[in-house]
């Protein structure tokens, strides 16, 4: 991902680079950074951010198919479902799902771009990096605003 | 030297072998969701919590029956291509079949239920 990608060279920066290249076997190729011993930084966290959200949106997936089912098919069940997902842990689902989505959504945007060859040099990419953030979660009280 | 094209050449790279395909389908399917995502968002949302003949009433018309259709089809199939990303980045040889099977017949079989259910409300 582009995001990755652009960790690595601000990684290879601060590390010595005959380390990052030479790994076993002395294999003469950038190695995957060590993911415990790695800085945290945001082009890295947004970029797995993408990766948990897309997955995780079967989860809103499988309910928003259930709860259709249920209308589908009669009052009573429909009644189950509709209690399920607007009790206070279908809340917490659903709204977790909405952050997913917008999330997600802003995540998708920001790909098309990088894939498109705009915005890998660093600065850029910390800024949309938090503009992905701060956005979701606006986009989020938005749309809970405004339903 | 081999004579072979630069077609031939490029033809089944990438991790699940089938090219530069799956890439364009992620490209194209992210683009047809960003312009209906956002609506369905409102039409749904809206819907939810209200009672069984607001429903009713709500998927009977054809805008949201339509959108909501489209979204449950290009968005499972979206996922569908999605999740083959991760299951080709973390598993290999039978597990890595056996995911992508199993994510295959379970996207289609949901979207499968999500048509039953919009085409009985909708009819
Ligand atoms: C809201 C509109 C959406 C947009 C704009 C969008 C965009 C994207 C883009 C650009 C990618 C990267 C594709 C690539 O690596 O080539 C992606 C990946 C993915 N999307 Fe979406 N998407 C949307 C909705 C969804 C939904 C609703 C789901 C799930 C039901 C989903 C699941 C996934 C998954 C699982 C991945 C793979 C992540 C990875 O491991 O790399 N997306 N999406």
Redesign the pocket.
């Known amino acids: 991902?582009g995001g990755l990608r652009v960790a690595c060279d601000e990684a290879e920066k601060e590390t010595d680079m005959a380390e990052q290249t030479s790994g076993p076997g002395g294999v003469e190729r950038p190695l995957s950074p060590h993911i415990q011993i790695y800085r945290w930084h945001i082009p890295m966290l947004t970029s797995i951010l993408?990766?948990i959200t897309?997955?995780a949106?079967?989860v809103?997936?499988v309910l928003v198919v259930w709860w259709l089912l249920a209308a589908a098919t009669s009052p009573e069940y429909y009644a189950l479902a509709d209690a399920v997902i607007t009790s206070w842990l279908g809340d917490i689902v659903m709204t977790l799902s909405l952050w997913g989505?917008w999330y997600?959504?802003l995540?998708?945007?920001r790909?098309?771009y990088y894939?498109a060859g705009h915005g890998l040099d660093i600065p850029t990419a910390e800024k949309l990096g938090w503009g992905l953030l701060i956005g979701s979660v606006v986009l989020t009280v938005l749309t809970i605003i405004i339903i | 030297m081999r004579y072979l094209t630069d077609r031939k050449r490029a033809e089944g790279k990438g991790a699940g072998h089938s090219g530069t395909e799956h890439?364009w389908h992620?490209?194209v399917?992210?683009?047809g969701?960003?312009l209906i995502?956002p609506t369905f968002l409102y039409v749904f949302g809206s819907a939810l919590g209200g009672t069984h003949d607001e429903v009713l009433a709500t998927f009977a018309r054809p805008i949201p029956a339509i959108l909501t259709g489209l979204v449950l089809v290009f968005?499972?199939l979206?996922?569908k291509n999605?999740?083959q990303?991760?299951i080709e980045?973390y598993w290999r040889g039978t597990t890595r079949k056996a995911a992508l099977m199993f994510t295959t017949a379970f996207t289609y079989g949901l979207i499968a239920t999500g048509l039953f259910a919009l085409a009985k409300m909708a009819l």
């Open positions: 991902m993408t990766r897309g997955n949106l079967i809103s997936a989505i997600h959504f995540a998708g945007l790909h098309l894939d | 890439h992620m490209q399917s992210a683009v969701l960003a995502v968005g499972l979206h996922f999605g999740a990303i991760m980045d």
